[in-house]
């Protein structure tokens, strides 16, 4: 008799199925904005009004909401694990990688003001909130949505602001993970709905108040705490592919970042050359810097290091200043 040979797992931290849906989130994201800069239809927004409203790419951002509940909740579900570590770990995680990519956004912002000079003026900002909101990255809470070095950074505040979030509310659905969700999709329902008829916070705060998005982040962790474990691993066996989407997966979230302030370059190469070439060149230079970003930040991502980017960051700002 054969022996029973487990699934291939490509990662320990890795599930080939997240990888696939992770890939086709930012693919969602990045064709959302490539289609809004060259004025297709494939890229106008959708939904309904003043509650879920928003391009291709929001629904991408959705996708990234729940795949982060599947994660942390699949993690961390069984683990004893104290507040303060697990915050620590998150920070440790998200923030390297996010200073690495506004590194980027802050030299191609004095680039671009090179080459037109005051096209992109940070003159809304004194050097104190750009300092503070950059390096939280909570530039959207202050109504400054991502702020003037990467667009897309917005997404910092609330993802941070959920995992605060994540602790309590995992131990709410895996009390009682029907229940727990409903709840969740209360919160959310309302506060979509107060924001959303009512002007009482800036700048579309349905997409960056942490409650409107805490059901998206909890339906992941309802799925991750009631679907046996073994169904995240079916596809686990998919050695080469499952290999290819790892590597799209793992830099998703430095290339959700970095294509933002790459755009521009999109739309010069356009003016060169058709706008497929220029988009493929676009992805190919976005992808390419992703992948750098997360060689760095795998390599460099202790205490000191962040105090080093940190340094990086405000001497870039001064000079912006």
């Given at each position: 008799?054969?022996?029973?040979?487990?699934?291939?797992?490509?990662?320990?931290?890795?599930?080939?199925?997240?990888?696939?849906?992770?890939?086709?989130?930012?693919?969602?994201?990045?064709?959302?904005?490539?289609?809004?800069?060259?004025?297709?239809?494939?890229?106008?927004?959708?939904?309904?009004?003043?509650?879920?409203?928003?391009?291709?790419?929001?629904?991408?951002?959705?996708?990234?909401?729940?795949?982060?509940?599947?994660?942390?909740?699949?993690?961390?579900?069984?683990?004893?694990?104290?507040?303060?570590?697990?915050?620590?770990?998150?920070?440790?995680?998200?923030?390297?990688?996010?200073?690495?990519?506004?590194?980027?956004?802050?030299?191609?912002?004095?680039?671009?003001?090179?080459?037109?000079?005051?096209?992109?003026?940070?003159?809304?900002?004194?050097?104190?909130?750009?300092?503070?909101?950059?390096?939280?990255?909570?530039?959207?809470?202050?109504?400054?949505?991502?702020?003037?070095?990467?667009?897309?950074?917005?997404y910092i505040g609330p993802i941070v602001s959920l995992y605060f979030l994540f602790l309590?509310?995992?131990?709410?659905?895996?009390?009682?993970?029907?229940?727990?969700?409903?709840?969740?999709?209360?919160?959310?329902?309302?506060?979509?709905?107060?924001?959303?008829?009512?002007?009482?916070?800036?700048?579309?705060?349905?997409?960056?108040?942490?409650?409107?998005?805490?059901?998206?982040?909890?339906?992941?962790?309802?799925?991750?705490?009631?679907?046996?474990?073994?169904?995240?691993?079916?596809?686990?066996?998919?050695?080469?592919?499952?290999?290819?989407?790892?590597?799209?997966?793992?830099?998703?979230?430095?290339?959700?970042?970095?294509?933002?302030?790459?755009?521009?370059?999109?739309?010069?190469?356009?003016?060169?050359?058709?706008?497929?070439?220029?988009?493929?060149?676009?992805?190919?230079?976005?992808?390419?810097?992703?992948?750098?970003?997360?060689?760095?930040?795998?390599?460099?991502?202790?205490?000191?290091?962040?105090?080093?980017?940190?340094?990086?960051?405000?001497?870039?700002?001064?000079?912006?200043?």
């Open positions: 008799m054969e022996e029973n040979k487990k699934p291939r797992i490509i990662s320990e931290q890795r599930i080939v199925l997240l990888d696939i849906i992770r890939t086709a989130a930012i693919t969602l994201v990045i064709a959302a904005h490539i289609f809004q800069s060259f004025g297709v239809s494939l890229g106008n927004d959708f939904g309904v009004h003043n509650f879920y409203w928003g391009s291709i790419g929001g629904v991408g951002v959705t996708i990234f909401l729940i795949l982060s509940g599947i994660v942390l909740q699949l993690k961390y579900s069984d683990k004893i694990i104290s507040y303060r570590d697990f915050i620590l770990k998150r920070i440790s995680t998200i923030y390297p990688t996010y200073y690495l990519c506004l590194i980027v956004g802050v030299l191609l912002y004095i680039a671009y003001n090179y080459v037109v000079p005051n096209a992109l003026s940070s003159s809304a900002y004194n050097f104190f909130e750009l300092i503070t909101l950059s390096l939280t990255g909570f530039f959207a809470f202050a109504g400054a949505w991502g702020g003037p070095f990467i667009n897309t950074s917005w309590p509310t995992s131990k709410l659905i895996k009390k009682n993970p029907l229940v727990g969700l409903a709840l969740l999709f209360i919160i959310s329902f309302i506060s979509r709905y107060i924001l959303g008829q009512y002007n009482i916070l800036p700048n579309r705060a349905i997409d960056w108040f942490p409650l409107c998005r805490i059901f998206e982040f909890g339906l992941g962790m309802y799925l991750a705490e009631t679907l046996e474990k073994n169904a995240w691993h079916c596809l686990d066996n998919l050695k080469a592919t499952g290999n290819g989407f790892f590597i799209a997966a793992k830099i998703s979230f430095p290339l959700f970042l970095v294509h933002a302030p790459l755009l521009p370059l999109m739309k010069y190469f356009s003016l060169h050359t058709n706008k497929i070439f220029a988009a493929l060149i676009y992805i190919i230079i976005s992808c390419f810097i992703s992948w750098v970003i997360i060689k760095i930040s795998d390599r460099f991502t202790n205490k000191k290091m962040l105090y080093l980017y940190s340094a990086v960051i405000i001497t870039a700002l001064i000079s912006v200043s």
